[in-house]
């Protein structure tokens, strides 16, 4: 029987995989973490949104990284949507004034991870073990632990695995766990544009606007004048030809005017799912973050709830780990976090009913809301777009 090497092994050092093991060291519990390839991911920005309690669980598990995270981010407070080339409505989120951290901030997800990793190192050096170049390829429970194979030879013994390791999780595959739900037909291009744009941090959601006639698309600020662009596309919509610099030119320059000039950060189209794993807890290995659950960006949801997972799964660890409830206790990991993902997943469904409306019903439910959107309040509701995940409960407690 191999000896175990650490109490607890973490795939994947993604927000989660991060999150989890600050967590548990918080609390003086040891963790490996394993991550492919020689760094952290840092294709692109991708996730832009960090909620107030996402903040609030860094700074608890690493004082200071939600405090710099925050300071770093920036907050927008007017959301204004648009039908065409007509402002159908603004709304205007309450600053916060009670609160340490705002509802909410805007900060690429390239420096939230390199914030957790730089937590970790310095905050937990003794307590958190991070192997790079290490592909998990193989995993085999036995009652007593578990044991993971890396693609470069590594083999790791350890109580408890976690399973962070992204939306195509290795563990997952491994465990055979499948997931339910769908994948969106809808395609979206992205671009991170910097440009000195003449109007404050806001939201911008546009309804078949002039350049995408038919779809969608919006602008969300990031620290230093950068911008998110995401465009609905059709199906068919080829990256290569739509990132070209004079197409892509056409449609940077419909949302951001004809004369400011700008610099193309990055670029990407995406195809989300809206899925979950159906067990969440196997034996002694548990999915969190992206490998148990993926859902339509509109909401800022996939990262946020991730962190959810990380606070919800260190605290049952620690139950067992360190007070001797019984591994099968773990099980109780999967029903919680499962009713979230189910929450989240009805959440971001209602959404894209209205951003992408798949039947005439839904088209023709969605025409008159924003016919009546300048004049009826529920009809401004339905079309709202988001930040979904930032509940009105969130937001009564701010003002
Ligand atoms: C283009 C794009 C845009 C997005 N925009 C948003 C957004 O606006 N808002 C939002 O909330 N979310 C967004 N997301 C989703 C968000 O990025 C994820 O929800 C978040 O990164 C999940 O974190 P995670 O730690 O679970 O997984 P990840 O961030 O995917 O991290 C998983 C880690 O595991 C590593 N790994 C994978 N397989 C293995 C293996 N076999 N062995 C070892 N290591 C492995 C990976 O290299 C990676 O470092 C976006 C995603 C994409 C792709």
Redesign the pocket.
Known sequence: MPRSTTPVLI???????LTTALLLAKQGIPSTI????AD??RT?S????LLRETLETFDDAAPGTGDKLAARGITWRIKRTYYKDRLLFSETYPAATHSRYPLFVNVS?LETDCALLHAAQQHYPSLISICFD???SGLEQTPQNVIVTTREGGEFVADFVVG???????VRNLLGVALVGRRSENRFL?ADVRAKLDIDYERRFYYSPPGNKGYQAFMLPQPDNVWRLDWQVAADTNLAIEANPERLDTRVRALIGPHVPYEVLWT?L?QFNNMRAEHFTVGRVLL????AHQFS?FG?????S?IGDARALARRLAEVIKDGSPVHSLASYHEERQAAAVANLRATGRVLRVLVPATPLHRAVRHLALQGAPHFAFCRRYVDSGPYAVTQKAIAASA
């Open positions: 795939v994947g050092a993604g927000p989660v995989g394993l991550q492919r390839g952290i991911m692109g991708r996730a832009i949104v997800q290490q592909t998990v962070a390791d992204g939306a195509h999780s290795s992205i990407s995406y969190a973050g992206d490998a960006p800022g949801r996939g990262l946020n991730g």
